[in-house]
Structure formats: structure tokens, C-alpha cells
């Protein structure tokens, strides 16, 4: 401790960790040096220190959002407002793709049909099996429920060599009623639904590494292909086993392109325009959501359907030649010639003057070119202090909205199919893209306003309160209805059970969609692809809730609802320990996002002693300073504390 204090007398403050957290060699070989010493003088010890230029790159190029970003004329240049039009244009397909399965594995009403060509001998099978499969067919985006062949002497009626349905999805045929996946097969409906969401998972996770390894263009153009492979194959698929493997494999690659495209929208847009760019990226993906009942009803077959969402991909394979890298990526990264290449068609682009750079940006970087480039992997975090925690706490915010999500529409769905006719698939559908849409235009004021945090902790704040008034309050009144001189009735208790489920769903939409916005935000530019990996892959594992449900017919319900009601109250204190990003220049390597510490959501009052440490006291735990060590250095027995 005495050697650092002597440090920071030395060279006003000691030189930051590089982005693999190690010490700078210099730095490393003098502090070695010094320890096989026995008591050296100061003086000469100080002296061995290279200054702290030396080893590190220029401040005004790392700061991207102060220097080099007005340089190119922020999101005022034509060439940038081009690429952010470039990064919006896909989130239609990218919709498209993401509600395919509500409609190619709908399960359909279905009842034997007699040699004849009649199907009049199975009214029983009929009305037993369609209404339950009319109940899952409710829950698309909640929890539909495994179809179980009725009681009685209908169970042995589920051996039929010959199905005839009815979709209520617009299609004539979709994959259920291609494969008869009906009865002791409707278990293979459920694992078709686990390969999307399991490969959208393992593709958050794989290819946000590789981002931030070989770059977000690469990883784009290469889920472009692969998608087109994979997804026009899943329309030639021959049985259920082909579907479900190449639904993976589409899975992994469309996580490829939503990821890529995320960190790339996130890196073009100064501080102020972050939020928008971004929420207007999520009505145009709400847009797909809205079109895709009528584009099924256009298609008819689930194979043209699987075709038509896969082809607009087609036009993507032209941004090999007119969409560049992220030149944040290459100057954090320090590939400062490939940055300089992009700089100058920034500014040809752009017709704009190299001359014009007040800054000196172009200067300092001819003097760095010969820098060799840094890249980091995304389990260097785990060796920082407030990193990591910031990316946990976001995982299990995201994780915990779209898990409890589920809840709410599962409640809803329920209660509708009790009180209104359950073929209506499309009144379904439109109120949870309706509750979807208006989350995110609530999201605009509220976030505008609190700010990422504090709109973060109201709608976590709103969330729990639902869950907890859904689960406590109606017991209750369930408990009072059955009085007979309490004056409630069922449809009293369904009435609340259905409000609190909109006001849940409505609330746990914005805290998964804040959660993964807030972490591409304080995640550093070197690792955000990894960042964003991690928390978009536990909203995948949150969305994966609803189809293990189903799987297991329902059991478990009423825990599932309890354990992510009890998340919601941890995610409400850990929301507190995150740091505020509105209006906060992105940070750019590892020491940067350690920097992003959490301040007060008050101010403090006059003459109140902050209760948080500042930036300059994270060196020292103790948080106290030691006036002699800026002056003459201090003696060889000061201890941590300054005693």
C-alpha cells in the first residue's frame, strides 16, 4: 500500500488497469522490482515509473462520444441516419420470424373422420379435444396446454387413421395437421416450441462472443446466409424430428442478426437519441407481430408461410457492400487503421472536410496506427467489481419479466376462455399485441422522465404489486365468495384476476424490453456483444417457461407464479444498485464501466454526507485520504487505513 501511495504522489494518481485488468508492464515490472528491494529510497523508485502516456492509448480517441462522434456530425450526417434506417428495416422480418410459431403450431380442432369421408360417429371425441385444444390455442404467447383425450371411453377413440381439422389460425394446414401431432403425439407440438427458443438461446450466447471478437458485421452477414439455409430447409422438412432440428439451427441465426443489429443501433446514435432509435426498432418488430395473421391468411400453407418470412432475408446479402463496421468497436478496440479507413468514408459520405476537425482527431490518430489491437472476451468480467454486478442484476431482471409474463397472460387467457366463445384466435392474439404495444409507448414518457433506472424500478414496482394482489388478494375473496351471505360471486373474483393480469403483463412486457436496453448501455463497447448475449439469453430462458408448462399439462402452475412473484421483490432492491445511463456517454473498455457507478435516485439535501463512494474513493476501500501522501510520500509502516 505504501508502494501505490508513493505511485500516486509520484504521477498524480495510478494508471488504470488495461481492458484484460492486468497492470501495464511498466507498471508491473517496477512494482516487482521494488518488492526485491529492501527499503530503496522513494525518490529512486519513483523514478524507475514510466509516465503513464507511455502505455496507454490517446484519451480523445477513446472518448467516442466526445471527440470523434461530433467530428463525423453525430446522427446530423446523411451516411448515419442511412445506417440507423438500415438497422430498422429488418426488424420487420425479424418480427415476422419471432411469431411464426403462433400460427405453423397452432394445435387445430380435430376429430376422426369415418371411412365414409363423414366424421358424424365421433361427436364426443370432437367436443372433448377441440375445447382443450381451443383453450391452448388462446394462450399463444401464454400457456397452452397439452391436449389429454377426454374421460370415458374416448380415450381409446384417439386410434383414428384419419384426422380432419380445423385451424383457427388462417392456414389450411400447418405442421400439427401435417403429422397428426395429436393425442399420444401432441408432446412433439411442445419440443417444436423448446427448438426455436433453445437455439434463439445458445445463439445469444455464442454470437455475442464472437462479436465482440471478430466484429458485429461478420456476425450479421453470416446469419443472413445461414438463416436463408436454414429457414427455406424447414420448409422441406419431411417429419416433425427435421422441423424441430432446423428450427434450432434458424433459432441460432436469427439470434445472430437481432443481436448484431442491437449493438450496431446502440453504437451509431449519440447519448440523446439512444432510447428512440431503439424503441422505434421495437414498434417496427410490433409491426410483423400485427401483419403475420394477415400474411397466414395470404399463405394458407405453412410451408409458403415459412417461405415468405424467410425470403425478405434475401435482401440483407446487400449489406456486404453498403453497411460498414461499427468504427466505435474498431477505436475501442484499437484497430486504429481500419478506424481511420472508416473515418475518411464517414467524411466522404458525408462531404464533409477533414479540416474541420477542431479536436485533432486525425492527428492523434496517425500518431497510433501502429498499435496492435486489444480485443476482450466477455469472461474478463468476472475479475471487476461493479461490472459484473450490473450484468447480473439485468440477467435476472430480464429473466424475471418475461418468466412472470407468462403468468399473467396464462391467468388472462384463462378467464376469457370461461366467458367468451374460444374461437375467437385472432381477439386473443391482438390483445396481447395490443398490451405488448402499449407497454412500449408507456415506456417512452416514463423512461423520458425517471430516467433507465427509475422507470426500471416502477415498472418492476408495478409487476410485483400485481402478482402479489393476484395470488393474495384473490384467495381471499375466493374464500369470502363462497359465503352465502357475502354477496361475491366467481365472476367478481374473475373480473380482478383478469385486470391484474393486464396490469402484470403490461408492466413485466417493459421491465424484459428496459432490462436488455440498460445493459447494452453500461456494458462496455469491447464486451457488449457478450453483455447483450447474456441478458437477451435469459430472456430467452424466461419465454422458455411457457412451453415447459405446457409439457408438463399445467402442473406446478400455481409455484411457478409464487417463485417469480418472489424474483420480483429481490429484482425491486437490486434495481438500486445500478448505475443511471440517461444521457451518459456509452463506455467504452473495462476501467470505463467500472466508472459507471450508481448515484442516488434523490439529491442530497445541503450539508448531508453522501452515504456512496465517488470515483476517486474506489481506490481505497476505507474511503479516506491521506493529504501527506500528494506531497513529500509517507512512511514504510502506513497501513491500508492512513494509521
Known amino acids: 500500500m505504501a508502494i501505490d501511495r508513493r505511485r500516486e504522489a509520484a504521477g498524480g494518481g495510478r494508471q488504470l488497469p488495461e481492458e484484460n485488468g492486468s497492470l501495464p508492464a511498466g507498471e508491473a515490472g517496477s512494482a516487482a522490482a521494488a518488492t526485491l528491494a529492501v527499503a530503496p529510497p522513494a525518490t529512486a523508485e519513483i523514478q524507475t515509473l514510466p509516465p503513464p502516456a507511455a502505455a496507454s492509448c490517446s484519451p480523445l480517441l477513446l472518448d467516442y462520444d466526445g471527440s470523434v462522434l461530433p467530428f463525423l456530425g453525430g446522427l446530423g450526417g446523411g451516411y448515419q441516419r442511412t445506417l440507423v434506417l438500415l438497422t430498422w428495416i429488418p426488424a420487420l422480418f425479424i418480427g415476422f420470424s419471432q411469431f411464426s410459431d403462433s400460427f405453423l403450431l397452432d394445435q387445430p380442432d380435430f376429430w376422426c373422420r369415418e371411412p365414409d369421408g363423414q366424421g358424424n360417429g365421433t361427436d364426443n371425441l370432437t367436443r372433448g379435444l377441440a375445447n382443450h385444444s381451443q383453450s391452448s390455442s388462446a394462450g399463444m404467447l401464454g400457456a397452452p396446454a397439452l391436449p389429454t383425450p377426454p374421460p370415458g371411453d374416448n380415450a381409446s377413440q384417439c386410434h383414428c387413421h384419419e384426422w380432419h381439422y380445423l385451424i383457427r389460425a388462417g392456414l389450411v394446414q400447418n405442421v400439427v395437421s401435417k403429422w397428426d401431432l395429436v393425442c399420444e403425439s401432441s408432446w412433439k407440438v411442445h419440443i417444436a416450441k423448446f427448438s426455436l427458443l433453445v437455439g434463439l438461446i445458445f445463439g445469444y450466447l455464442i454470437t455475442g462472443c464472437i462479436a465482440d471478437w471478430v466484429g458485429r458485421r461478420p456476425v450479421l452477414l453470416f446469419s443472413v446466409i445461414f438463416i436463408l439455409i436454414f429457414g427455406l430447409t424447414v420448409a422441406l422438412s419431411v417429419n416433425v424430428t427435421m422441423f424441430s432440428t432446423l428450427r434450432f439451427f434458424e433459432g441460432f441465426c436469427l439470434a445472430g442478426i437481432i443481436l448484431s443489429l442491437y449493438a450496431l443501433r446502440i453504437e451509431l446514435c449519440p447519448p440523446g437519441h439512444r432510447f428512440m432509435v431503439t424503441m422505434v426498432a421495437s414498434f417496427i418488430a410490433m409491426a410483423g407481430q400485427f401483419l403475420m395473421p394477415g400474411l397466414a391468411a395470404l399463405c394458407r400453407?405453412?410451408?409458403?408461410?415459412?417461405?415468405?418470412?424467410?425470403?425478405?432475408?434475401?435482401?440483407?446479402?446487400?449489406?456486404?457492400?453498403?453497411?460498414?463496421?461499427?468504427?466505435?468497436?474498431?477505436?475501442?478496440?484499437?484497430q486504429f487503421e481500419a478506424a481511420k479507413k472508416l473515418i475518411l468514408h464517414f467524411t466522404n459520405k458525408n462531404e464533409m472536410n477533414v479540416e474541420s476537425d477542431i479536436k485533432g482527431v486525425m492527428p492523434e490518430l496517425e500518431k497510433e496506427l501502429t498499435r496492435r489491437p486489444k480485443k476482450v472476451c466477455i469472461v474478463k468480467v468476472v475479475g471487476t467489481r461493479n461490472l459484473w454486478k450490473n450484468i447480473v442484476v439485468l440477467c435476472v431482471n430480464s429473466l424475471t419479466g418475461f418468466g412472470i409474463h407468462h403468468c399473467f397472460a396464462k391467468s388472462m387467457m384463462g378467464h376469457e376462455m370461461k366467458n367468451s366463445n374460444p374461437?375467437?384466435?385472432y381477439t386473443?392474439?391482438?390483445?396481447?399485441?395490443?398490451?405488448?404495444?402499449?407497454?412500449?409507448?408507456?415506456?417512452?414518457?416514463v423512461v423520458g422522465f425517471l430516467g433507465r433506472r427509475g422507470g426500471l424500478l416502477l415498472f418492476?414496482?408495478?409487476?410485483?404489486?400485481?402478482?402479489?394482489?393476484?395470488?393474495?388478494?384473490?384467495?381471499?375473496?375466493?374464500?369470502?365468495?363462497?359465503?352465502?351471505?357475502?354477496g361475491m360471486s366467481d365472476s367478481v373474483k374473475d373480473k380482478f384476476s383478469t385486470a391484474f393480469s393486464i396490469v402484470g403483463m403490461f408492466s413485466s412486457h417493459a421491465v424484459g424490453s428496459l432490462s436488455v436496453f440498460f445493459c447494452a448501455e453500461i456494458t462496455p463497447t469491447v464486451i457488449r456483444g457478450g453483455g447483450l448475449g447474456l441478458v437477451l439469453a435469459s430472456a430467452g430462458f424466461g419465454m422458455l417457461t411457457a412451453p415447459i408448462m405446457e409439457l408438463h399439462n399445467q402442473k406446478g402452475y400455481f409455484l411457478h407464479h409464487v417463485i417469480f412473484a418472489c424474483c420480483t421483490l429481490i429484482c425491486i432492491i437490486c434495481i438500486l444498485l445500478l448505475p443511471e445511463s440517461k444521457n451518459q456517454n456509452l463506455p467504452e473498455n473495462i476501467p470505463d464501466g467500472e466508472h459507471y457507478t450508481r448515484k442516488p435516485l434523490l439529491p442530497h439535501k445541503k450539508g448531508e454526507q453522501p452515504l456512496l463512494l465517488t470515483n476517486s474513493e474506489l481506490k481505497d476501500y476505507s474511503g479516506l485520504h491521506d493529504s501527506s501522501a500528494v506531497g513529500d510520500g509517507v512512511s514504510e509502516n502506513t497501513t491500508a487505513n492512513g494509521m
Not at 429 to 445: D, F
Not at 460 to 485: E, F, H, R, V
Open 460 to 486: 418492476m414496482i408495478l409487476t410485483a404489486l400485481a402478482s402479489l394482489l393476484q395470488l393474495g388478494l384473490l384467495n381471499l375473496i375466493g374464500k369470502y365468495s363462497q359465503l352465502p351471505d357475502s
Open 428 to 445: 386473443d392474439y391482438y390483445t396481447m399485441a395490443g398490451i405488448a404495444l402499449a407497454s412500449c409507448l408507456a415506456m417512452c414518457p
Open 423 to 425: 374461437h375467437h384466435f
Open 301 to 334: 400453407d405453412w410451408q409458403v408461410l415459412q417461405a415468405v418470412i424467410i425470403c425478405p432475408f434475401l435482401l440483407m446479402l446487400l449489406y456486404w457492400v453498403i453497411f460498414p463496421e461499427s468504427l466505435r468497436w474498431l477505436m475501442a478496440t484499437q
